[in-house]
């Protein structure tokens, strides 16, 4: 039976493929430090005989794609590629995807010369990203998690591990339940973890979430409640800033709340400068976030109690605010004012290796979106406009691999008009929407018909790799995305590498034994202890080396350099008016696999808006009315159901993302639920992430005239 990771969404759980006759059958793989089957993974075989995979490549003939071989269809691609590298600019070429893929589009990228790879994160994690990034040298949400099997106390803020599924990271929090672990949840929706897990469930204001966690900050320094030899020791709490300019003095003090004069000028501990920027908010706390002091004495009680195995979790979606950077540097700063960094039941830095797949970058260019917001982790709807606009610089070609971007970005009549203008390759196993405005598909194999490189587990803490080997061979004339990119590299002459050859890359780079690794399906690669290695043994991967409260990376760029409340005039203003939120259902992605699935989109067929049981009254709404939907940011229009629940805040509603499909050659999927990005604005965004605040785009509800 070989061993493999399920592709169904981009976490790539562990499992076990095999076959029956003509049936393939998948199973957790139990001896994986990320086992897990969920009902996405579980539906996954059907897409091996599904009637609207794509069967082999296409190209495009006027207003048709038909199909051509794969010759052909790679000539095509290179031609133009060829052309933009010789008129001197690769970074014409933008590339996007979806997790899936990484590291070889990351080689590709820069053997080709583009520095525009640019992922999904500015309608995910780019905001805790860029965060964790200022804050701890940390990375992607795979880089530190909480130690939730023997944590004492965990805080969710507008994450749901229940629904946006990992199935290991459900199993390790209940692991953590059955040993006593509480949990809150701040959310302006009772979602599912809300439901069925939290202690207490905070239904916070959307937008508001930096001024809660600064006001939790302003409660513990007042109550004493931080580690004052942590802080001293290993963040730059206890630096002096001058208070005028708010550049370092360069010296520290031995009182973290200091302030005095030094050279006839102001100064501050950054400690002391956070505790300024609480003060502003504390006073309206009800006002500004709907939550009260009883909800801070609450997790300020709590998370001080059991620390160090508490933790505010490191997030995934975020309230998707103006200031939501702002929002996630707070919460890693009262993570590490309770000492809780690589500490058993704290926050863990991930141990696992890391892989790189070339040796010399050809980029020479400025990342496009980097010339906006240059501490950026991804701003997508950057290459839109460049598309359309040719500014900073034009994109001509852009390669999609295993996302829908028609069903992922903001402003979905930008990402239309911009995906028709461009010279656009996609790389999928289904025809989705963004398929519909391809000049070539490159029809990929599904990951039952393909091998793929050894590669580091993601959400283990500590450092594993396993291999995927393919079940079957190809049913159809369709190719893997290590073997596409690899061909593009060959015929444009930036390598002469083979598959054999990246896997001995990673098997020598990482020091594997190949025969353990492939009779067990995975290997721990190091024996570095979990706990209390970041920042006791090791450096930070900040500027100071230490934790920054203060952030010098922020000072630098010139924004604020301390976590700030940033105001907003963006709110309800009628009865019918309300914030939109929007997350992931249980039974699908926001790719173009789960949609099309007839057992999971009968599971989930369409995406209701939940509105507030008293709201709906007020406005004459029934549950499984039908009702207008009108955004107050893009102007755009929809018509959808609505489910009434006492579940959530009065001036929210709330929907699933990922639906209204209307790509024809994805007949299961096709008209069911609305496309909530219609509704929301690519002009709303936070200007240190560069991510969309989505949260703050405003709708109207009515009832639909019969």
């Known amino acids: 039976m070989p061993f493999a990771r399920c592709y169904m969404c981009k976490n790539m759980c562990g499992i076990i493929t095999s076959v029956e006759g003509k049936t393939v059958r998948v199973a957790p793989n139990k001896n994986h430090p990320q086992p897990g089957i969920c009902g996405r993974g579980a539906a996954g075989p059907y897409l091996l005989t599904h009637p609207d995979r794509l069967k082999g490549p296409l190209i495009r003939e006027g207003n048709e794609l038909v199909p051509i071989n794969w010759d052909k269809a790679l000539d095509e691609v290179v ?60 990375e992607g949400p795979r880089s530190i998690d909480p130690d939730y099997p023997n944590s004492k106390f965990i805080v969710f803020i507008g994450r749901n591990p229940l629904e946006g599924i990992v199935p290991d990271i459900v199993r390790r929090i209940d692991e953590g339940r059955k040993n006593g672990l509480r949990i809150a949840v701040i959310d302006p929706r009772k979602s599912a973890i809300a439901q069925r897990y939290a202690e207490r469930w905070i239904p916070i204001k959307p937008g508001t979430d930096t001024a809660f966690l600064l006001s939790l900050i302003y409660y513990m320094i007042r109550k004493g409640m931080y580690d004052e030899d942590f802080l001293k020791k290993y963040s730059n709490a206890a630096l002096l800033i001058y208070e005028d300019t708010l550049t370092p003095a360069n010296e520290y003090s031995d009182n973290l709340l200091f302030e005095g004069i030094i050279n006839g000028r102001k100064v501050a501990t950054s400690f002391k400068l956070l505790e300024k920027e609480a003060e502003k908010v504390y006073p309206r706390l009800k006002d500004i976030t709907g939550a009260t002091y009883e909800d801070v004495e609450y997790i300020a009680e709590n998370l001080w109690e059991n620390r160090p195995a508490s933790a505010i979790d490191d997030g995934w979606h975020t309230s998707f605010s103006i200031d939501s950077t702002y929002t996630w540097m707070a919460a890693f700063i009262i993570n590490v004012m309770i000492g809780n960094l690589d500490k058993k039941g704290g926050l863990v830095f991930s141990k696992k290796p890391r892989v790189k797949l070339y040796d010399i970058s050809n980029v020479k260019a400025k990342r496009i979106d980097k010339i906006r917001y240059p501490l950026t982790y991804a701003a997508f709807q ?69 091998d793929e490189l050894p590669l580091p587990v993601g959400w283990s803490l500590e450092g594993w790799v396993d291999i995927h080997e393919k079940t079957i061979d190809p049913l159809y004339n369709t190719k893997p995305l290590w073997w596409i990119l690899l061909e593009l590299e060959h015929r444009l002459n930036l390598s002469n590498e083979t598959f054999e050859d990246l896997k ?32 006791y043994k090791e450096k930070l991967n900040t500027p100071s080396g230490k934790v920054e ?52 989109i009968k599971l989930q067929p369409d995406n209701p808006v939940m509105i507030n049981s008293r709201k709906a009254e007020l406005l004459g709404i029934k549950d499984n009315d039908e009702v207008e939907v009108i955004s107050l940011a893009t102007g755009e229009k929809v018509i959808c159901r609505v489910k009434v629940s006492n579940f959530i805040r009065e001036d929210t509603v709330f929907t699933y993302f990922g639906f209204g499909r209307h790509s024809k050659g994805e007949r299961f999927a096709y008209g069911h639920g ?19 605040a989505q949260s703050l785009n405003i709708v109207k509800i009515r009832k639909k005239v019969q």
Not at 399 to 417: A, F, Y
Not at 507 to 525: A, M, P, T
């Open 79 to 138: 031609k133009v590629l060829r052309e933009l590298k010789d008129e001197g600019h690769p970074e014409y070429l933008a590339i996007t995807y979806h997790d899936y893929g990484k590291e070889l589009l990351e080689r590709f990228a820069n053997l080709y010369g583009t520095p525009n790879l640019i992922g999904h994160e500015s309608v995910c994690h780019g905001p805790r990203t860029v965060a964790a990034e200022l804050v701890l040298g940390a």
């Open 504 to 535: 001995r890359r990673i098997i020598n780079s990482l020091r594997i034994n190949e025969k353990e690794l492939y009779e067990k399906g995975c290997v721990k690669v190091q024996d570095m202890d979990i706990y209390e290695v970041y920042p």
């Open 549 to 600: 409260i203060y952030s010098e990376e922020l000072k630098k760029y010139g924004y604020y350099p301390i976590p700030t409340y940033i105001e907003k005039n963006i709110s309800p203003r009628d009865i019918d008016e309300f914030y939109l939120t929007s997350g992931h259902t249980l039974y699908h992605t926001q790719d173009s696999i789960t949609f099309d699935i007839p057992t999971l």
């Open 382 to 450: 950057e290459v839109y406009r460049a598309i359309l606009t040719g500014n900073p610089y034009p994109i001509k070609a852009l390669i999609v691999v295993g996302t829908n971007l028609d069903g992922r970005d903001p402003n979905s009549e930008l990402v239309r008009k911009a995906l028709q203008k461009v010279f656009l390759v996609v790389i999928d196993i289904m025809p989705s929407e963004v398929t519909q405005y391809a000049n070539v598909v490159l029809a990929e194999s599904t990951y039952f018909e393909r």
């Open 674 to 692: 609305f496309d909530v990005n219609l509704l929301i604005s690519d002009q709303l965004t936070d200007p240190i992430s560069g991510s969309i």
